[in-house]
């Protein structure tokens, strides 16, 4: 295995869509400095690539880390399940206590298990537990969607050290895209989908009143979606492509088989989108789980439906508290588990929330852009072949519109 993906020589460079339209408007509220999910403070992200030599696997491991003390101070967190044809675990333990307190590993959906071994052993090493002493609860936070279509899902690829490799390599550089990660595989709107992150600044306030800003970092591996339902600020790009390839697919027999094997496929198992929101504003667990819901609103601008077999699941934390866990174990005992005991939170008003929601909304859908452009064109298992979106052909579209 090594870690050069085996992508075509793209005729025109792969850019982020602000870099391929830097006029347009995605949005009221301005993105970090990165325009990544690494814009909050503390969040930390790794993308690895796992290539076969031979073509057939293209797979990977999309690893992060909600804050440095993960795992003495829990995040508060909230899901949503737009459509639940997918795997999150740990998903049970956040709904009931609103607390996120592991590593968040995104993958392909048969390497669900290899991850959640891979989380434990890294928090067994990072702990420093001796030989038959877990003295801790954790419940590993794994994601997945299916690469089946460019990854050869029966070799099992990902292993429990790519994950201990990914959580030890984190970073708070900005969150690499496309082909990459979890993403290395993923398909969105019948092109080359992947990973793809987006970010937005909230003008706000502090618990004293005075001014403060707020981010929500977005990431997505986005593996979704029908060609004629992709959009772009609501010009319909995908189904102008997509007219595009009907009249290709008429006079080339090799496209024509291409494009039926792949609606094929697609039909079958539709693809999913994972979704992970981080925000330093202070939000509690059913803020949070608002907060994703609005992860939808961002899907459906680019086009997505939430098919049956689609796996649309989202999660949101917000490092704004530091809530403490591992309180009680056999040998610790930090508070009496029969003795109510308050903790001092700070907390957004409901109120005020309004920019938060759209700050998510706008960052979800620019993710799922950014995936989109950045991701090259990919031959993998079995010679099936997934292009990139054409940029060019995007940019000529989106200035006839302008």
């Known amino acids: ?3 050069t993906s085996h992508t075509t020589a793209s005729k025109e460079p792969r850019m982020r869509l602000r870099d391929l339209l830097p006029d347009l408007h995605l949005g009221y509220w301005k993105p970090g400095p990165l325009n990544s999910i690494t814009d909050v403070s503390g969040v930390r992200v790794h993308t690895q690539e796992i290539i076969g030599d031979d073509g057939a696997v293209n797979t990977g491991v999309t690893s992060i880390l909600p804050r440095e003390n993960w795992f003495y101070n829990a995040c508060y967190a909230g899901i949503f399940s737009f459509n639940g044809s997918g795997e999150m675990t740990g998903s049970h333990w956040i709904n009931e206590t609103g607390l996120l307190h592991s590593p968040i590993v995104i993958t392909n959906s048969f390497a669900v298990g ?59 550089d900005r969150v ?13 709107h019948y092109f080359k989908g992947g990973t793809g992150s987006s970010s937005r600044v909230v003008e706000g306030l502090d618990a004293k009143g005075e001014p403060k800003t707020y981010t929500v970092g977005v990431l997505v591996q986005a593996n979704y979606g029908r060609p004629q339902h992709f959009r772009i600020a609501g010009v319909p790009v995908g189904r102008i492509l997509a007219q595009e390839a009907d009249k290709a697919a008429e006079t080339n ?31 509690h667990p059913a803020q949070l789980q608002r907060l994703a819901k609005r992860a939808t609103v961002g899907l459906s601008k680019v086009g997505g439906y939430g098919h049956n077999p689609s796996g649309d699941v989202f999660l949101a934390f917000s490092t704004g508290n530091e809530i403490p866990v591992q309180s009680i174990s056999m040998e610790r005992r930090a508070v009496d588990p029969f003795k109510p005991t308050p903790i001092t939170v700070d907390l957004v008003d409901d109120s005020s929330i309004n920019g938060l929601f759209e700050a998510a909304a706008d960052a979800t859908e620019e993710a799922i852009y950014n995936a989109l452009c950045m991701a090259e064109t990919m031959v993998g298992n079995q010679g099936h072949t997934i292009e990139a979106l054409p940029l060019g052909k995007v940019k000529e579209i989106m200035e006839r519109y302008a």
Request: aromatic share 8%; with cysteine; charged share 25%.
């Open 1 to 3: 295995m090594s870690s």
């Open 114 to 172: 290899a991850a959640y071994q891979g989380i434990y052993e890294y928090t067994i090493k990072a702990q420093g537990v001796q030989k038959g002493n877990v003295d801790w609860f954790l419940l590993p936070v794994v994601a997945e969607t299916f690469d089946g279509y460019l990854n050869d899902l029966t070799q099992f690829v990902v292993k429990p050290e790519h994950i201990i490799k990914g959580l030890e390599s984190v970073s708070s």
């Open 176 to 188: 690499r895209e496309g082909n990459v990660g979890g993403g290395t595989g993923m398909i969105c």
């Open 253 to 283: 027999p090799a496209i024509k088989m291409a494009r039926e094997a792949l609606e094929k496929e697609k039909n079958r198992k539709d693809g999913s989108i994972i979704v992970i929101l981080a925000t330093d504003a202070p939000l």
